[in-house]
């Protein structure tokens, strides 16, 4: 995990004015980075990106202790396991470490509301499109079988075309990272979700 040390320590260094009221905590790998946007998307909420580039969900939890010092955030939104997958791993391995991230979230932060954006199926990975689907399936199933404080975010199936492929208006140039309309389509469904299960008034 020695190769994210540069970015967890500037995670570990900013918002120190804003920890007691960050909102919602926007936790991840590059997908999360690189929304350059998501204050603006979530505007009438508050939202703190916490994401680390290339980060997969193994290291998500292994720096989340670190990372979440001192926060006191009204909801946490994780996006993580698409680089396990694209290193090799399997999806029983990385629904391994979404248990331990609950493990992680429960004590550190109680029954506070948490949502798990399901993996998305990027036009770069698509060759191993059946693992990015069993590894949401596993995640969903825990997270229904559970019925606790976590919320599963489908965000796969709204990203395909009418073919059933990836949509690539919604992907940059390199097939793996969000465009912009790629990120107001999250922005979106996310919305959706927090409207339901964390409505304004509650903000």
């Known amino acids: 995990m020695y190769w994210y040390e540069e970015e967890v320590q500037q995670l570990e260094r900013s918002h120190l004015g804003g920890r007691a009221d960050p909102g919602i905590i926007f936790y991840g790998s590059s997908s999360i980075r690189l929304w350059n946007n998501l204050k603006g998307d979530f505007a009438e909420r508050k939202a703190t990106n916490l994401g680390f580039g290339g980060s997969t969900l193994a290291a998500c ?8 010092m001192n926060y006191h955030p009204q909801a946490i939104v994780v996006y993580a396991g698409d680089n396990d997958l694209g290193d090799g791993r399997n ?3 990385i629904f391994i470490f979404f248990q331990q991230l609950i493990v992680h979230a429960n004590l550190k932060f109680g029954k506070l509301p948490c949502y798990f954006i399901s993996l998305k199926p990027s036009l770069s990975r698509w060759h191993i499109a059946d693992q990015f689907r069993y590894t949401n399936n596993l995640i969903e199933s825990e997270i229904i079988k559970i019925n606790d404080n976590w919320t599963f975010i489908d965000v796969f199936k709204k990203m395909l075309d009418r073919n059933g492929n990836p949509d690539p208006i919604y992907y940059d140039h390199d097939g793996l990272h969000l465009s912009d309309q790629g990120y107001r389509l999250w922005a979106e469904i996310i919305k959706e979700k927090l409207a339901i299960s964390l409505p304004l008034i509650n903000i």
């Open 61 to 68: 939890v292994w720096f989340f202790d670190r990372i979440m």
């Open 91 to 93: 999806p029983e391995e």
